[in-house]
């Protein structure tokens, strides 16, 4: 397997290459350890808390490119604090010659210094060779020593080194501390039909070579990174008194990623730890799931401690969610907590362990989709994408020319789009046609014999129905209603069409259509 680990920033030029052209950048003995790249690092000096009196610095040896920030010394600033890049310039994506690729990164850590630390592997839109973690448009995946508990440490891919420009973003808690050692970081892209880019990431450290953490994300590519990718090796790295930060690169590579094979069925069984003892799940997708990015995920609970409501068999329900094209996590739970309140706290547990546990038990080809999700007692079905109301045929006089007002003032500026001026212009990123259908998912109790039941509606916040349970304590809202025995349904908000997640993606002003619609939609 791959794993990837970065330090300082390394970045490398993308050119109008008609061609992706491997580039290896390698020290030690049989190499001269130049390479081609230049080196700089920037630190902070506008505030007294992030001043960098002693910056690092790059230095070339035999054993690699080699950053340092030295220690503090007592009686002086409290710390030391230094964005660090070494700048690469190599052929790669360019133009509209976009293809997937695959970083690799080798190194050692020789000792983090302090607890904050942040260090990894960034990918800039064009222009982005100046490295400012506050405006960039970027992301990075990293390796993150963050300040709440020092021997925690966290495999992340995020919009922005420093979280400033929000967005996508995922995140792993390894199970182990990660002090010195060896490290191997891959990070592999591939894009979508729409833009989109799904990113892997994948680390391994030399004091545990029998395991692989891998975690994925994906992006809705802004339009400076359309017509070609930057990538960089570097991060923020801090010391304090009597403590240096010092991070080696020994090998550093860019290739096209190898075409993935994508399996007819996933079907795996494992295990999620909780309480001391070992809960078994199985998982099974349909093959085309497999390598596609974030994926719509139902959660079946069997062996509930409470009366099923359902009388459709198990087998048939499960079958039926798999053939809607739904991944499915087939959850045991008859050793968890029969008490209501300390089963949903285990569940919530699994669920937030959920994605590295099914990244790692496919060896990395299916990631479920946090954003939707749902939870299904034994015996409930699901029904997905109901439509409910039409934008087109049902909104308010001028709502569609409100549409067009908001693609010329927002989507033109912000992706590149041609000004329009008919509703019958509208369109997609990729042309396709706007979809005006309001949606809702139903989960309900099945069989013709099934007691009826009360409904829940929970009107969404977000275009993903099911996002608004994904973080937090959230998920218990969804398992406690569904446990006592109601049925429950997901409901659009009335997002404006272009601002969905499968469009252009959220934008302020103009995602939402409510002030015009709301009152009818929502009745």
Known sequence: MKFIIPTGLLLFTACAAQAFEPFSLRFGAGFDGDGGFSLRAVWDDSAADKTGPTPGHWTVDAEGLRFTLPPLESGGPSNNYTDAGALIAVNGLGGDNRRDFEVRVAGEIISLGHDWNRFGIAALGEGGLGVDYDTADYYSARLQRPDAGASARQLRIAHGMGNHLGGSELQFLLPHALHSGEFELVLTGRYGEAGDLFLTLELRHGDYPDETWITRTDFRSPGSQRDGVHFGFGGRFRSGIGSATEVVLTEFSLAEAPEPVTPDRIHVSGHWRHGGEDHPFTLTAPGELAYAGPAPTVIYLRNLPFP?????????????????????????????????????????????????????????????DIHMAYWLPAGYRLRRDVPFW????????????????????????????????????????????????????????????????????????????????????????????????????????????????????????????QNWNAVAAGS
């Open 390 to 513: 039409n934008i087109e045929r049902h909104g308010a006089h001028g709502t569609l020319e409100r549409i067009v007002h908001t693609h010329n003032t927002q989507i033109v500026p912000r992706f590149g789009e041609e000004p329009i001026s008919h509703p019958d212009e509208l369109a997609g990123p990729g042309g396709q046609p706007l979809d005006y259908d309001l949606r809702m998912d139903i989960m309900h109790p099945s069989g013709s014999s099934a007691r009826r039941v009360p409904a829940i509606a929970h009107f969404a916040t977000l275009s993903r129905r099911p996002s608004s349970f994904r973080a937090g304590e959230r998920p218990m809202e969804p398992l406690g209603w569904l446990f006592d025995g109601y049925a429950l349904v997901y409901v659009d908000h009335i997002y404006n069409p272009l601002a969905r997640h499968d469009n252009y993606g959220h934008f302020e002003p103009g995602y939402t259509l």
């Open 308 to 368: 099923r409501l359902g009388t459709d068999e198990d087998e048939a329900i499960l079958a039926d969610l798999e053939a809607d094209g739904l991944a499915v996590i087939d959850l045991d739970c008859s050793g968890l907590p029969e008490e209501s309140t300390a089963l949903q706290r285990a569940l919530l547990d699994f669920f937030g362990e959920m994605t590295p546990l099914m990244l790692n038990a496919t060896d990395g080809a299916f990631q479920t």
